[in-house]
C-alpha cells in the first residue's frame, strides 16, 4: 500500500529565511505527487503536483518541489518565506493515472511557523 | 458561486445525536469527495460521487456514516448516533472531472468542524 511521511510536524522559520518541507513516499512505481495548503479556517489549496517530465516543478505563491526518485522524496522548498505562508502543508501520493481521488494518501501535515 | 461552499462552518453536538453536513460544489463539477481531517492527522477519504454513477463509499468508517448527492450537486454527508470520535474536520472537495486528479484537481471547501461533547 502507498504511504506518505513528513518527518517535520512543525518548522519555524525567520521570514525571509529559506523553507524546505520533507516529503517522503512508499509505492512501488512512480506515483503523482501533490503539495498542498492549507491556511486556519480553509480548505486545502494545491500548490503544485508531478506526474511527468522535468523532476523539479514549480507552483503557485514562489513553491517548488523536486522529485528525487532514488530517495523517493519529492521536497517542497521555497527561497524566501513570506509571513502570509504560516500554514499547514500536505504531501499527498497518488498511483500514475489514478482514477479517482479515492486513492489520494495524504501524509500528515507540516505546520509552518513563520516568525517576524 | 466561485468555490466549494460546506456548510456549517461549525457544529457542536451532543454524543448521540444525528448531524448533516452539506456541501455545494463548483457548479459543473461531476465529481465530489468528501474526507475527513482528524487533528495531527493526514485526510482521510470517507466518499466519492462521479456523476450519476455508482458512490464509492469504502472509505466510510461505519454504518453511522451515509452521504447522498441530489440532482449531481449538492451533498449531503449524514452522521447518526455521533460519537466523541466522530469530531473532526470534515472537509468535501469537487473536480470538473474524472479522473479526479490527472487534469482536474481537487478544489477544496473550507470544511466543516465537528465537535462532539
Same mark, same amino acid.
Given at each position: 500500500a502507498q504511504s506518505v511521511t513528513q518527518p517535520d510536524i512543525h518548522i519555524t522559520v525567520s521570514e525571509g529565511a529559506s523553507l524546505e518541507l520533507r516529503c517522503n513516499y512508499s509505492?512501488?512505481?512512480?506515483?503523482?505527487?501533490?503539495?498542498?495548503? &492549507?491556511?486556519?479556517? &480553509?480548505?486545502? &489549496?494545491l500548490l503544485l503536483k508531478y506526474f511527468s517530465g522535468d523532476t523539479l516543478v514549480q507552483g503557485i505563491?514562489?513553491?517548488?518541489?523536486?522529485?528525487?526518485?532514488? &530517495?523517493?522524496?519529492?521536497?517542497?522548498?521555497?527561497?524566501?518565506?513570506?509571513?502570509?505562508?504560516?500554514?499547514?502543508?500536505?504531501?499527498?501520493?497518488a498511483p500514475l493515472f489514478s482514477g479517482s481521488a479515492r486513492q489520494l494518501t495524504f501524509g500528515s501535515g507540516t505546520q509552518l511557523t513563520v516568525l517576524p | 458561486g466561485a468555490g466549494v461552499s460546506q456548510s456549517p462552518s461549525n457544529k457542536v453536538t451532543e454524543k448521540g445525536k444525528d448531524v448533516e453536513l452539506r456541501c455545494d460544489p463548483i457548479s459543473g463539477h461531476t465529481a465530489l469527495y468528501w474526507y475527513r481531517q482528524s487533528l495531527g492527522q493526514g485526510l482521510e477519504f470517507l466518499i466519492y460521487f462521479q456523476g450519476n454513477s455508482a458512490p464509492d463509499k469504502s472509505g466510510l468508517p461505519s454504518d453511522r456514516f451515509s452521504a447522498e448527492r441530489?440532482?449531481?450537486?449538492?451533498?449531503?454527508?449524514?452522521i447518526q448516533r455521533t460519537q466523541q470520535e466522530d469530531s473532526a474536520v470534515y472537509l468535501?472537495?469537487?473536480?470538473?472531472?474524472?479522473?479526479?486528479?490527472?487534469?482536474?484537481?481537487?478544489h477544496f471547501g473550507n470544511g466543516t468542524r465537528l465537535t462532539v461533547t
Open positions: 509505492y512501488g512505481a512512480t506515483p503523482y505527487l501533490f503539495w498542498y495548503v &492549507q491556511s486556519p479556517g &480553509q480548505g486545502l &489549496q505563491k514562489g513553491f517548488e518541489a523536486e522529485f528525487k526518485r532514488s &530517495q523517493s522524496s519529492f521536497n517542497l522548498r521555497k527561497p524566501s518565506v513570506h509571513w502570509s505562508d504560516a500554514a499547514e502543508y500536505f504531501c499527498a501520493v | 441530489t440532482g449531481g450537486s449538492v451533498s449531503t454527508l449524514t468535501c472537495a469537487s473536480s470538473r472531472s474524472a479522473p479526479g486528479l490527472n487534469n482536474s484537481p481537487l
